[in-house]
């Protein structure tokens, strides 16, 4: 059988989910032709400026359009600006023959079957035999989208559902129709994983597939419990957002992102669609949800939902909430429950949920309701949706960003308890589930030789979940394969001679125990193993150094203690640097300060796509003092090209550093000079990573890995270079862009960044600049300014400017 690859996509429709699905593609190197149809009318400014219809211009002026708003939205949709190079543009009229050049058809036009059939109708007499057409569709059922058409049409068509925003959010549903290929499908959900970085899921074809199904159903149920528990939307937002390890919208601010008119349109759909469902009543809309509908409050898009937000007199604003007896807008009220305090000090999410409920007050029977709720609906969806219960519970994690999904909690509650707290409710579990209990079963999921097994229901047994041969799940190997373990770390054997190093502290902050962890790893790595990675599967890499440590430091004025723990961490880096064997950092999401230094030091970065990397000290008062700004200083001078202006690529790598650019994805890194071009790579499914960045490590063992020697050839610019940064910093500060305190801030790590005031251009060792690096972080933080920076920090997670 011939090898299907995807070099060219056409994309049908450029409207927000089109547009954000073509940038997508672009993302990962694919030639997007994105069509949509031609203007009826000519705009004022058009007929202006004299165009006809037929200008090529008019001609393809939505589809411009619409895509020039979707680059510029936020978050941004593409990995790096020029990625939207490789999409051109088009319409339905001139373009159409184009499609029949490329690999895939999607189809992501306007929700109304008579339309995709027109559309799709259109494309069969372009399209060529053997090609993938599919469609984005959120809710009509495919077995209708294809009738009528060609046997070949029909065998290579399906459902492909992203989730928007289609960058971040990793669900990747596949629906097929009734003549559709296994081989497509099959096809589709290797290419989702590898190539898309999602979470692929073949789902049935029934109203809403899985995600939207149970989505919506746990909203739709939210909003029914709300006015029978008489809670206010803030009180429901603290119990269903981060506490539960759902996203910071939690409920009521994710719905008003999304767009009211939105979740009412699948709900109603699949009012009318699932008529047999057992909670058919909950998709019915409750009263407030019919007036918000008439009076349009539908979210963001209209100014105001849930949440309004005004602007007051003196210019600043304010966020109203909307109090649901009685539809008026109120200042937001602070939601605090006594069994939420009780989890304060549980970091793992999963471990919250048998705290929550059990719960005395509001939010524990809040909890028991909603839960059960929950609990009774997805195990009555199998086998209607899906024939397994991993892939519901995929679903909900990648669709709509929960760290657990139904049967993971129900397992972390205990499924027996989960069977009470239904009975309470007067809700019964599927029969299947009682059935799993009595087989011997007594979870949905276990875990054997690092692999993740799910409850079978047709065969009654536990089953590995395929697919799982390219990942490595830390969470499943960790009890087996642990080498070292403190307060801080754990050091795991990945196998074939490669250890990794996680970091298990707060926000992965990087303490005296981290240290103390990375170097023990190397030791051991450098006594019996082959190489070493530096990788964990948290939501963030490393938020940077313990500045929390250094506060109480400075505060006591313990400056010998201060020195001797950057000395530390400097001395960490430079073993990352200078070890016997190869070092491979793999971060991903949150890689700031300290975590950034690290990734910087390594032999090798493999890079999430989503990983925000950056040198953020300026923030709290210091310089990059973990050889961040040493190493900024050694890249600029191997960038020197012969007849460079020398001191504008040391501007540039100083200007990094001091406006603390953060890198909104891996791709803006190289940018940055952050990651390097030739040396590290991204990955695009955060999922492969650790077993990409093992790969590697292996690989460059066995190529024959020496020990690099340090470096004493940088070349440094002295008096030169520090000139300029000052009399540059003096302007910044006269023209009030910097305080005073900044520029204090600025002009020590101009004097680092350029080697201190010598005569003229010299050769330095690395050790020369770490050790200006150091005395600069020091001087700062005896400065009362940088004090209040780094409390301030602490306090609110916000920066100071002083």
Same mark, same amino acid.
């Given at each position: ?44 400014? %058009? ?55 490329? #690999? ?96 692929? +899921? ?41 506490? /539960? ?100 000090? *549980? ?34 969806? /199998?086998?209607? /949706? ?69 409850? #079978? ?155 925000? *990397? ?25 960038? &020197? ?28 890194? &190289? ?11 991204? +990955? ?78 010299? &050769? ?10 150091? %005395? ?27």
């Amino acid at each position: 059988m011939s090898k299907r690859r995807i070099n060219k996509i056409a994309i049908i429709g450029s409207g927000i989910m089109g547009s954000g699905i073509a940038c997508h593609f672009a993302n990962i190197g694919v030639d997007v032709l994105l069509l949509d149809i031609v203007p009826r009318e000519l705009t004022p400014k %058009e007929e202006a400026m004299s165009l006809t219809l037929e200008d090529k211009v008019v001609r393809n002026r939505l589809v411009n359009d619409a895509l020039i708003a979707s680059i510029k939205s936020k978050p941004a949709p593409l990995y790096h600006p020029s990625f939207k190079n490789r999409i051109t543009t088009g319409n339905l009229e001139d373009d159409i023959a184009k499609v029949a050049d490329v #690999d895939w058809i999607m189809e992501v036009v306007v929700e109304r079957l008579d339309i995709k059939q027109q559309v799709f109708e259109k494309l069969e007499k372009y399209r060529t035999p053997g090609t993938l057409i599919t469609s984005n569709t959120s809710g009509i059922p495919i077995k209708f989208m294809s009738e009528g058409r060609s046997e070949d049409f029909q065998k290579h068509f399906c459902g492909t559902h992203f989730f928007n925003p289609a960058r971040y959010l990793k669900l990747f549903e596949i629906i097929p129709g009734p003549k559709t290929d296994p081989a497509v499908l099959d096809f589709l959900n290797e290419y989702g994983e590898k190539f898309l970085g999602k979470t692929s +899921v073949v789902a049935k074809d029934t109203p809403a597939f899985i995600g939207n199904r149970i989505g919506i159903f746990s909203i739709m149920s939210l909003f029914h419990t709300v006015k029978d528990m008489d809670l206010t939307i803030e009180e429901v937002d603290k119990l269903t957002g981060p506490v /539960i390890g759902r996203p910071k919208s939690a409920t009521f601010r994710t719905v008003d992102v999304v767009g009211l008119d939105t979740l009412v349109h699948v709900a109603n759909g699949i009012a009318e669609n699932c008529p047999k469902d057992e909670r058919h009543e909950l998709f019915q809309l409750p009263d407030f949800i019919n007036i918000m509908m008439d009076n349009k409050w539908l979210g963001s898009k209209t100014g105001q939902g849930f949440y309004k937000k005004v602007r007051k007199e003196d210019g600043s604003s304010d966020i109203l909430s909307l109090d649901l007896s009685t539809l008026e807008y109120r200042e937001k009220k602070r939601a605090k429950f006594a069994t939420l305090e009780l989890t304060k000090t *549980i970091d793992k999410v999963v471990d919250r949920f048998k705290v929550l409920v059990k719960g005395k007050d509001k939010a524990g029977e809040f909890y028991r309701k909603s839960f059960a709720s929950l609990f009774a609906y997805v195990s009555n969806r /199998i086998p209607e /949706i899906s024939d397994n219960l991993y892939k519901i519970d995929d679903a909900m994690k990648a669709g709509f960003g929960w760290e657990h999904g139904p049967f993971q909690i129900w397992d972390a509650i205990g499924v027996e308890a989960g069977i009470d707290m239904m009975k309470a409710e007067g809700l019964e579990p599927n029969a299947w589930v009682t059935e799993m209990l009595a087989s011997g079963s007594s979870s949905f999921y276990t875990v054997k030789d690092g692999a993740t097994y799910a409850y #079978d229901i047709p065969s009654k047994s536990q089953q590995k979940i395929p697919g799982q041969d390219s990942f490595i799940i830390l969470d499943n190997i960790r009890k087996t394969s642990e080498v070292y373990k403190n307060s801080g770390v754990v050091v795991e054997d990945l196998g074939d001679g490669i250890l990794n190093v996680e970091f298990q502290s707060k926000m992965n902050t990087i303490g005296g125990d981290v240290l103390a962890g990375l170097n023990k790893a190397i030791d051991i790595a450098e006594k019996d193993h082959a190489g070493l990675v530096v990788g964990n599967q948290a939501a963030n890499f490393s938020v940077g150094a313990n500045i929390g440590m250094i506060f109480m430091m400075a505060a006591e004025q313990e400056y010998d203690e201060l020195n001797m723990a950057i000395k530390y961490f400097q001395d960490t880096m430079m073993r990352m640097r200078y070890s016997s064997i190869p070092t491979v950092a793999a971060p991903h999401g949150m890689t700031l300060g300290g975590g950034c230094e690290l990734s910087m030091h390594s032999d090798k970065v493999v890079a999430a796509a989503e990983t925000y *990397i950056g040198l953020v000290e300026f923030g709290v008062g210091v310089i990059p003092g973990g050889g961040g700004s040493k190493e900024m200083a050694l890249r600029a001078q191997d960038t &020197f090209k012969k007849g460079d202006v020398e001191l504008n690529t040391l501007q540039e790598y100083f200007l990094t550093i001091g406006m603390a650019k953060v890198a909104t994805s891996a791709y803006e890194a &190289f940018d940055l000079g952050i990651l390097q071009k030739g040396k590290d790579i991204v +990955v695009v499914n955060k999922d492969r990573q650790i077993a990409t960045a093992k790969a590697y490590a292996k690989l460059i063992a066995d190529a024959g890995y020496t020990q690099p020697v340090k470096r004493k050839d940088i070349k440094v610019l002295g008096k030169q270079a520090l000139g300029m940064f000052l009399v540059g910093t003096d302007a910044m500060n006269a023209s009030n862009y910097i305080s005073e305190h900044d520029q204090k801030i600025a002009n020590k790590l101009a004097y680092v960044m350029a080697g201190g005031d010598l005569s003229e251009p010299t &050769f330095v060792s690395e050790q020369y600049l770490l050790d200006l690096e150091r %005395e600069a972080f020091l001087s700062l933080c005896t400065e009362r300014k940088t004090l209040e920076r780094i409390q301030h920090m602490l306090k609110t997670g916000k920066p100071l400017r002083n």
